[in-house]
Every structure is written in C-alpha cells, then in structure tokens.
C-alpha cells in the first residue's frame, strides 16, 4: 500500500449526500480525489478535488468518455455510489420506474466498473453503496419494488465482481450506509452524512481479500442477502 498522502480514490455520484461526504471524508484522510457526476455543486466545487462532469452512468458512451479522460491515471480506491430512489407499492408501482433504478443503481456501476477496472491498481479497492433493502432475507415491509430489485441485483454484480477481481488482488465491499439524512430520504433517516461517510471509509480501509464479497452495514455488522 502507498502512503495515505498519495492514494487516489474516485467517487462516482459526488456532488451531493452520501458521495459528497465520502469525498470530504476521503480529503481530509489525505487521499487524492476524483469526483464524478452528471453536475457539480457548490460544496464539491469548494472541496479542492478533481472533478468530472457530464457522466451519465447509464449510458455507454458518457461512461467511456470518462474512461479516456482518466487514461493513465491509477486508481486505489474506486466508490459506486450513484442511485436513485423512487417509492411505490403493488397498486401504483410503474415499471418504467423499475427499469430506471435498475438501469441507475445496478447497471450503472457495472459499466463504471468495467470501463474503469485497468485504472485499479493491483491491491486496489472496490466499495459499491448499496442498501440493506436489497436483502431478500430483511425485507419484511414489502413495497418499493424497483429499489429493492436493483439493490438487490448490485449486490449479486458485487459478489461476481469479487470473484472475478480476485486475482488481479483488487477487494469489493458492497456497503450499507445506514439510514442517511439526504434529499434522496427527503431528510429523514438516523445518521448524518459525514458520519455515514466515517463508518464507510473505515469499511473501506480494513478490507482485504480475506474479507472481498461481504455484504457490510456501514457500522460493520454483516448483513444477510
């Protein structure tokens, strides 16, 4: 592992919440940050961080273009965290809300990954941001179909995803943030997001290839699938 001061971590869907956090935490642990979205933010702009705009996670050719804007540059530490949450039961849900967190939460850091993966260093790390409501086995609610359908299906890519990045020594952690008072839970929730972001990053860092594939609640309990 390099010194902490010249480690390189790329945050995709930065420029507020969650990833906004992640990439203020990231800074002040002395990482180089790269922060990726499809818009910037004041706070982000005010970070000091290279950032990239205009990159949509679900389409083909934004995520290549972001691919050849970082040609070259070695990454140790690549965040998933772009999403999407849209509520709905039974009775109203619309499928073409299903598809469009499908297309967001699951395929979205999927392509991410695959355009990106020869940037990784061998060694590197992969953490993807999912959610404890991708759990079939700790759904006892019901409801929000699309979102628990891509959540669950990132956290089967994040499992392929540890097997297959294995032996180039890269570690995946599919991480639960808590419950995160941001404007995708219209600001409930029971964890601010510097905090989330804390627990998070200390996930990060104490992966290995020992622990590749665990599915992790930001605070460190091992969640089923």
Known sequence: MSPASTRTALVVGANRG????LCKRLKSLGR???AVGRRSSSALD?????VELGVDVTTDDGVAALAQRLEGVVIDELVCNAGILREDDLDGVDL???RAQIEVNALGPLR???ALRKNIRRGGKLALITSRMGSIADNGSGGYYGYRMSKAALNAAGMSLARDL????????ILHPGYVRTDMTEGSGTINPDDAAKQLIDRLDALSLETTGTFWHANGQVLPW
């Not at 969650?18 to 956090?21: F, H, P, S």
């Not at 294995?166 to 995946?172: C, Q």
């Open 32 to 34: 180089e940050v790269i």
């Open 46 to 50: 005010a970070l000091g961080a290279r």
């Open 166 to 173: 294995r032996g180039a020594g890269i570690a995946v952690a």
């Open 18 to 21: 969650i990833g906004l956090a």
């Open 96 to 98: 073409d809300d299903v």
């Open 112 to 114: 991410v990954v695959k």
